[in-house]
Antibody, heavy 120, light 109 residues
């Protein structure tokens, strides 16, 4: 059974860089894309981007200039960096596995979430 | 950019009742490109339905999805106590590649 375990700094100051990592247990990176999704407190879900085992990534245009995703296949880990954070980046960040079926993608396995707070 | 709208914002029902949740897209969406998720407080979302009508692994058959074009529906035939949660629809395929609706909260009357 595939599980995602994520971690990273939970408290940042404005202008710092958010850095999170998600490890894949019980399965392979192969054959899937891996995504980051965030949720501000009390609000809805926002997709940040996706990456596959080859490092091919697609980002949400609204954040593309500040977001970078990477993959370490030897450790079965995917990572997220968001630069120049502000209070608007305060959210719970989730990693999730994307499965493409019927020519479309959906998020079938999720990490536990990491609350990141940006405050001076 | 396709915008997803969900209605109602909140649905107040009792256990055993039928819940009908709507997701409307600003432009036509291929049926296979629509999914539904359930989120309980303090938890990550859980995939319920993909391809508009296919139940994910382990999802009870009281959950069903339907619709096409711009109008999609998630139906819970008989609410169980564990079904009170927030439900999100999600579309794939337009910029951004993935987007979610604002959610419908199903709470206990």
């Amino acid at each position: 059974q595939v599980q995602l375990q994520q971690w990273g700094a939970g408290l940042l100051k404005p202008s710092e860089t958010l850095s999170l990592t998600c490890a894949v247990y019980g399965g392979s990176l192969s054959g899937h894309y891996w995504s980051w999704i965030r949720q501000p407190p009390g609000k809805g879900l926002e997709w940040l981007g996706e990456i596959n085992e080859s490092g091919s990534a697609n980002y949400n245009p609204s954040l593309q200039s500040r977001v970078t995703m990477s993959v370490d296949t030897s450790k079965k880990e995917v990572s997220l960096k968001v630069t120049s954070v502000t209070a608007a980046d305060t959210a719970t960040y989730y990693c999730a596995r994307i499965t493409y079926e019927l020519a479309a993608g959906h998020f079938d396995i999720w990490g536990q979430g990491t609350l990141v707070t940006v405050s001076s | 950019e396709i915008v997803l709208t969900q209605s109602p914002g909140t649905l107040s029902l009792s256990p055993g009742e039928r819940a009908t949740l709507s997701c409307r897209a600003s432009e036509s969406v291929y049926s296979s490109y629509l999914a539904w998720y359930q989120q309980k407080p303090g938890q990550a979302p859980r995939l319920l339905i993909y391809g508009a009508s296919t139940r994910a692994t382990g999802i009870p058959d009281r959950f069903s999805g339907s619709g096409s074009g711009t109008d999609f529906t998630l139906t819970i035939s008989r609410l169980e106590p564990e079904d009170f949660a927030v439900y999100y629809c999600q579309q794939y395929g337009n910029s951004p590649l993935f987007s979610f609706g604002p959610g419908t909260k199903v709470d206990m009357k």
